[in-house]
């Protein structure tokens, strides 16, 4: 004969013999349902804050990575003053033949750049008035991809940093020291006095995420070899 097949069936709780036993089991229930509800809110809580912190890395990373080149920027403006400069002392000018426009005379620049080479300064540029020489752009030249270029006429891609330049006349009459402005002289501001330097000023600003940002570098050259 066949042996008859028994069909397991899943144990069921023994029916409550009283209330309190009762109670006893959906207290349990409910303890279990809070007890889910708060792992489940710790770790939501947990990816929430890890998902903020990652993003909050990734922004400063940005933040740093433009501020640097912004100040590499602003630094290279100041340098290219210095290499007019010493320029102008090897080939026996004076030595700010090309860092102002005397007609005004005007002091605020924007250094001419193209192929990765630094032409000559460009007084047309002014704060108050926006200019297309003030934004730089990256060369798609064959001979130059990649690298900064500026002023007018200048052919790249877009960037979002603008520079520009104040290169002031440090004047002195031997006891004062006085810095002239757009359309001063050095005897204008100080009666006797002569031009013995400059005071370069390269500001660099761009716009990130809808705010505005700027970083600048200041130094003195003088007419001393």
């Known amino acids: 004969m066949k042996a008859k097949q028994r069909t397991s069936r899943p144990k069921r709780l023994a029916p409550a013999k009283n209330i309190a036993e009762w109670r006893h089991r959906g207290v349990l229930r409910g303890q279990s349902l809070i007890e889910l509800l708060i792992a489940m809110t710790v770790i939501i809580v947990g990816l929430t804050a890890a998902g903020s912190l990652i993003f909050s890395n990734i922004r400063l990373?940005?933040?740093?990575?433009?501020r640097v080149i912004a100040s590499n920027l602003a630094r290279e403006g100041v340098e290219l003053a210095k290499a007019a400069r010493d320029s102008n002392w090897l080939a026996g000018l004076p030595f700010d033949n090309g860092l102002y426009e005397p007609t005004e005379p005007d002091y605020t620049a924007v250094p001419r750049m193209d192929g990765g080479e630094f032409i000559d300064f460009e007084f047309g540029p002014d704060l108050s008035v926006p200019s297309p020489a003030l934004r730089m752009k990256r060369s798609?030249?064959?001979?130059?991809?990649?690298?900064?270029?500026?002023g007018t006429g200048s052919t790249g891609s877009d960037t979002p940093y603008e520079r520009i330049m104040i290169l002031q006349p440090i004047c002195s009459d031997g006891v004062s020291q006085v810095q002239a402005s757009d359309g001063q002289t050095c005897n204008n501001v100080l009666a006797g006095s002569t031009k013995i330097g400059i005071r370069v000023l390269s500001r660099v600003s761009w716009t990130?995420?809808?705010?505005?940002?700027?970083?600048?570098?200041?130094?003195?050259?003088?007419?001393w070899r």
Request: no cysteine.
């Open 140 to 150: 798609a030249a064959a001979s130059s991809t990649g690298l900064f270029v500026q």
């Open 61 to 66: 990373q940005e933040q740093s990575t433009e």
């Open 208 to 223: 990130s995420r809808g705010i505005n940002r700027s970083t600048y570098i200041v130094d003195e050259l003088y007419d």
